[in-house]
C-alpha cells in the first residue's frame, strides 16, 4: 500500500528509510523494493519519491525485534544458566577468570549481531569475531579443560545461539539466511578457538 503524507511518514510511530528496514529484516533492499512493490510490505512516498516502512509492521513481518534485540536474551543466559554451573570442570574455574570469558562473549554476541544485520563491514566483524575466539581459546586452555570439553562449550553456546534464531515465527524472510551466516561466523570463531587453544598448551 503506498501513501502520501509528510517527509517522515504519516500517523505515529518510528518509521525507516529503505536502508534501516532493510537491516532490521535481513535482507538486501533490492529484496525489500521488490516486496514493497509486490504490496507484501507497508510502504509510505515521501513528496521527494523515497520509501519509508514502519518499523512496527516489520516487527510483524519478522515476529519481533531484530536479530541484535534477540541476542541479549543470550547475553544474560550466559552469566547464569545453570548448564555451565553442572559442568564438572565448573568448580575448578575462578569466578575472576569467569567474568573475563562472560565479558568476551558478550563482545561475541555484539559482533554476531552486527554481522548478522550488516550493520558494519562483515570482514571487520570476522577478524573482531576470531580475535575473541583466540581469547577464548587461551582462556579455558589455562582453565587446564581437554580438548574435548573446550568444544563441548563452544557447542553449547553455538546450539544457543541457533536455538534463538530458529525460533518462531519459523519461515520469516531473513532466518534461514541468518542461521546460515551464524554458522559462517561461529566456525571461524571455533577455528581460532581451538588454533589459540592448542598454541597456548604447546600442541
Not at 516487527?59 to 554451573?85: I, K, M, Y
Not at 570469558?101 to 549481531?113: P, S
Not at 520469516?172 to 571455533?190: K, N, S, T, W, Y
Not at 581460532?192 to 592448542?198: N, P, T
Request: charged residues 25%.
Amino acid at each position: 500500500m503506498v501513501s502520501k503524507g509528510s517527509e517522515r511518514g504519516p500517523g505515529p510511530g518510528r518509521w525507516l528509510t529503505l536502508g534501516e528496514a532493510a537491516r532490521l529484516l535481513g535482507v538486501d533492499e533490492t529484496t525489500l523494493r521488490s516486496w514493497a512493490d509486490a504490496g507484501k510490505v507497508r510502504v509510505f512516498r515521501t513528496p521527494g519519491g523515497h520509501r519509508r516502512f514502519h518499523e512496527a509492521d516489520l516487527l510483524t513481518l519478522t515476529g519481533g525485534p531484530g536479530v541484535s534485540s534477540r541476542l541479549e536474551d543470550l547475553r544474560g543466559r550466559l552469566s547464569v544458566h545453570a548448564w555451565l554451573a553442572s559442568r564438572p570442570w565448573y568448580a575448578r574455574v575462578g569466578p575472576e577468570a569467569l567474568v573475563h570469558a562472560r565479558a568476551e562473549c558478550a563482545r561475541l554476541v555484539a559482533d554476531l549481531g552486527a554481522y548478522l544485520e550488516g550493520r558494519e563491514d562483515r570482514t571487520a566483524l570476522l577478524n573482531r569475531g576470531r580475535a575473541s575466539g583466540a581469547a577464548l581459546g587461551r582462556q579455558v586452555a589455562r582453565w587446564a579443560l581437554t580438548p574435548a570439553e573446550a568444544t563441548e562449550i563452544f557447542l553449547y553456546f553455538k546450539q544457543t545461539v541457533t536455538n534463538l534464531l530458529a525460533s518462531p515465527p519459523v519461515g520469516a524472510p531473513h532466518q534461514v539466511e541468518a542461521i546460515r551466516d551464524a554458522d559462517v561466523f561461529l566456525g571461524e570463531v571455533l577455528r581460532a578457538m581451538m588454533d589459540a587453544y592448542g598454541e597456548d598448551r604447546g600442541e
